[in-house]
């Protein structure tokens, strides 16, 4: 699916949406499933709190104005701060950091604000206080509802602490997020139906749903846990996707479930390739131009990422112009994700480039049954989503 040399120029005639990305890299204890750039805090170190929270806000706010150059003009629509665990920061840390942002960017009056939180009893009483600081929604690393399940996924709350959490959330926050994980050791199809009974039980708006992977580099990749077999994890999700949607959500990206409306707008802009202004240790930004897409990563480490603030003025140990060639995987890689897919004018629109760029790879995933006929829609099909791997590689260059 190479790209001839007279399609391999990109033209932009609009920009994409734009939101930011803040990325909190400590949490208080590194969970053995965890591939994200996450840093267990150090007792020790002479800090209440186990890191320095001005010096990293500081940092954060001086690496957004590096930025303010390359979007000038253009209008945020969402802020996603995760980790890590970011509601270790203060509700005085959240606010001076919102209130610098405000004052740098044009933030839409009604942007979709998220925070990740952990169901610790500590951080919940910090909820009133995110939330007059300007957190709309907040996301919670719930996994499961059942200790055994938490004690063998290296969580530090247990089910009642979970419970009291959302309880707390519901009364803050415009939407609430709970993030549960299935195809866990020693799950049972009884207790996968009792996790998501739990959490529909709340009625919290939407739903992060996605399966137990064992990723490279973590504890687990080295000491795998017994996990159900392939059929029973399938029994499991296939049961979930009944209760979800006789519940009234509707499965709108592979592992994401909405009510009507309360899709996560921050990860939608993900999904449909659009742009996002990315901070703070390991943070990934994308930034689309009238002639080119580009991308950047920040110093992963948070002391090198401080440092480099303050030494520097500059985090970034990469910034690129993505090639004309690798457009087309990295815009089908996200949209794909989406159950009804994206318009197919969308992708001359995000990438900059013909739609001819992509017909061999169109048309194999038609012939295989992985993308909707419909010429208007760039959507995989129920078996496409079962196989999102097997359609998405079909668009490697």
Excluded at 45 to 63: H, M, N, P, Q, T
Aim: glycine share 8%; net charge negative; charged share 20%.
């Amino acid at each position: 699916m190479a790209i001839s040399s007279n399609t391999n120029k990109v033209v932009l005639t609009a920009l994409p949406p734009l939101s930011l990305y803040i990325h909190f890299p400590w949490c208080e204890k590194k969970c053995p499933y965890c591939d994200f750039n996450s840093h267990q805090i150090k007792e020790g170190v002479g800090l209440k709190s186990g890191f320095d929270e001005d010096r990293y806000i500081s940092a954060l706010i001086a690496d957004l104005e590096t930025e303010l150059p390359r979007i000038w003009g253009r209008q945020v629509h969402s802020i996603f701060i995760g980790g890590g665990t970011p509601s270790l920061l203060s509700a005085q840390g959240i606010d001076t950091l919102l209130s610098a942002i405000r004052a740098r960017i044009h933030l839409e009056p009604d942007a979709e604000i998220t925070m990740e939180a952990n169901p610790g009893s500590v951080e919940t009483e910090k909820f009133a206080g995110f939330a007059k600081a300007g957190i709309t929604r907040v996301s919670l690393g719930i996994q499961s509802f059942q200790d055994p399940q938490l004690k063998a996924l290296g969580r530090i709350h247990n089910g009642a602490e979970a419970k009291r959490a959302i309880e707390i959330a519901l009364q803050h926050f415009k939407s609430v997020n709970l993030d549960l994980m299935y195809g866990l050791p020693m799950q049972t199809l009884d207790d996968a139906k009792r996790d998501v009974e739990t959490a529909l039980a709340f009625q919290t708006p939407h739903l992060s749903f996605y399966n137990l992977t064992l990723e490279p580099n973590t504890y687990f990749a080295n000491f795998p846990p017994k996990l159900p077999s392939e059929d029973q994890i399938d029994a499991i999700f296939e049961q979930s996707l009944d209760l979800l949607t006789k519940a009234g959500f509707k499965r709108y990206e592979i592992s994401a479930y909405a009510k009507p409306g309360m899709e996560c707008k921050h990860n939608l802009n993900y999904w449909r390739f659009g742009d996002y202004i990315g901070i703070g240790a390991g943070a990934h930004g994308k930034i689309s131009f009238p002639d080119k897409v580009t991308r950047q990563v920040r110093e992963r480490h948070p002391e090198t990422y401080m440092q480099a603030m303050e030494q520097k003025g500059n985090a970034l140990i990469e910034s690129k112009d993505i090639p004309a060639t690798d457009l087309p995987f990295e815009f089908m890689l996200n949209t794909l994700r989406l159950t009804d897919g994206v318009a197919t004018n969308t992708f001359a629109e995000r990438t900059g480039l013909p739609l001819s760029t992509i017909s061999k790879g169109l048309d194999q995933a038609s012939k295989k049954g992985l993308l909707d006929p419909d010429p208007t829609v760039l959507k995989g099909t129920p078996q496409g989503l079962r196989y999102l791997n097997n359609l998405q590689e079909l668009f490697l260059t």
